[in-house]
T-cell receptor, first 116, second 110 residues
Framework: NAGVMQNPRHLVRRRGQEARLRCSPM?????VYWYRQLPEEGLKFMVY????????ESGMPKERFSAEFPKEGPSILRIQQVVRGDSAAYFC??????????????FGEGSRLTVL | GENVEQHPSTLSVQEGDSAVIKCTYS??????FPWYKQELGKRPQLIID?????GEKKDQRIAVTLNKTAKHFSLHITETQPEDSAVYFC?????????FGKGTRLHILP
């Protein structure tokens, strides 16, 4: 059973470009979380999704950031018109939990975005 | 929403000694408290968790305690070893959204 797969592992973008980060959850997991980690800082919650449904996006910046988890394919975190402050590691995690049970998060290796 | 505070931000202990990391949470409805370990450049991984219906849980050299009244929970590592050097994150959750503390960088000194 492959773990949570994130790609790309490293992404370099110039200011104003778009960044797309992809996450395939573990087999059998229907819940995906995205967290942002700035250097020397903690894991900041961004968004929590199920297939075709955003459950909680209270941690997402109001502009330029969006996330989706389509019926088929990986979850995608999209950052439009990137700025230097977007440089960070973006971690995806998946969980087998249902709405009645909080469980372990399985993290991917992260995607490290560098904005020049 | 939930807010998790974690202390200290950095901790250095002599190899063989014990390490204690403390967290507080704000939402009294939170009922799940995991701890994650992140080695340099790696993914966070769950090391132990505790649910609100118990006050203490132990797994070999690692133990967690939970005080629901005070909204405190702590991680205890005994007989520390070099491989314990990492960043440790506490977290709290009530509605499936898991909120993390800012982390504690643990250094094990030879």
């Amino acid at each position: 059973n492959a773990g949570v797969m994130q790609n790309p592992r490293h992404l370099v973008r110039r200011r104003g470009q778009e960044a797309r980060l992809r996450c395939s959850p573990m087999k059998g997991h229907s819940h995906v979380y995205w967290y942002r980690q700035l250097p020397e800082e903690g894991l900041k919650f961004m968004v929590y999704l199920q297939k075709e449904n955003i459950i909680d996006e209270s941690g997402m910046p109001k502009e330029r950031f969006s996330a989706e988890f389509p019926k088929e394919g990986p979850s995608i975190l999209r950052i439009q018109q990137v700025v230097r402050g977007d440089s960070a590691a973006y971690f995806c995690a998946s969980s087998p939990l249902d709405s009645y049970n909080t469980g372990e998060l399985f993290f991917g290796e992260g995607s490290r975005l560098t904005v020049l | 929403g939930e807010n998790v505070e974690q202390h200290p931000s950095t901790l250095s202990v002599q190899e063989g000694d014990s390490a204690v990391i403390k967290c507080t949470y704000s939402d009294s409805a939170s009922n799940y408290f995991p701890w994650y370990k992140q080695e340099l450049g790696k993914r966070p991984q769950l090391i132990i968790d505790i649910r609100s219906n118990v006050g203490e849980k132990k797994d070999q050299r690692i133990a967690v305690t939970l005080n629901k009244t005070a909204k405190h929970f702590s991680l205890h590592i005994t007989e520390t070893q070099p491989e314990d050097s990492a960043v440790y994150f506490c977290a709290a959750s009530e509605d499936d959204k898991i909120i993390f503390g800012k982390g504690t960088r643990l250094h094990i000194l030879p």
